[in-house]
C-alpha cells in the first residue's frame, strides 16, 4: 500500500501519522486476538505472515502483538523519510498537531472549536 501511495501521490499530500502509546496499542491488539476470528490482523500476521499455525499463549500474544506494532510503525516511518509535509499526530495530545496541520493546508476557521472536538467521546468504551 505505502508503494503505491508514494508512487500516487509522492510528496503532494500532508501525510498525518497518527499515533499513540505503543504499549497501550499492543494491548488492545492482545485483547483483540481470537483464534476464531481468522480475519483479524493478529491472526493474518502470525499465521499468514509469519507463517506461525500454533495457538498462541498470552506471553506469546503479547510479543507477536508488539512485533507487529513494530513492523507498521517501521513501514510507515521508513515510507514518511522523504516527506516533507508530515505531521506525527499524538492523539493524546492533538493540539500542536491539529495548529500544524491548519497551518499547512491554510485551513480558514475556528481552530480551537477544531481542538475542542477531540475531547469529545462519541463511542466511549
Known amino acids: 500500500m505505502l508503494g503505491s501511495l508514494d508512487k500516487f501521490y509522492g510528496d503532494n499530500p500532508i501525510y ?11 494491548q488492545s491488539f492482545t485483547k483483540r486476538y481470537s ?18 499455525p500454533k495457538k498462541y499463549k498470552k ?14 510503525t517501521n513501514n510507515i516511518e521508513s515510507f514518511l523519510k522523504d516527506k516533507t509535509k508530515v505531521v506525527r499526530f499524538d492523539i493524546t495530545d492533538p493540539e500542536d498537531s491539529i495548529r500544524k496541520i491548519w497551518e499547512m493546508a491554510g485551513i480558514e476557521g475556528d481552530v480551537q472549536k ?8 462519541y463511542n466511549h468504551s
Not at 506471553?59 to 507498521?72: C, G, N, Q, R
Open 16 to 26: 498525518v501519522h497518527i499515533r499513540r502509546d505503543t504499549d497501550q496499542v499492543v
Open 35 to 52: 483464534i476464531r476470528n481468522i480475519g483479524g490482523i493478529m491472526h493474518g500476521f502470525g499465521h499468514g505472515i509469519l507463517q506461525q
Open 59 to 72: 506471553i506469546d500474544l503479547t510479543k507477536l502483538a508488539e512485533m507487529y506494532v513494530d513492523v507498521v
Open 114 to 121: 477544531a481542538i475542542d472536538e477531540w475531547s469529545v467521546k
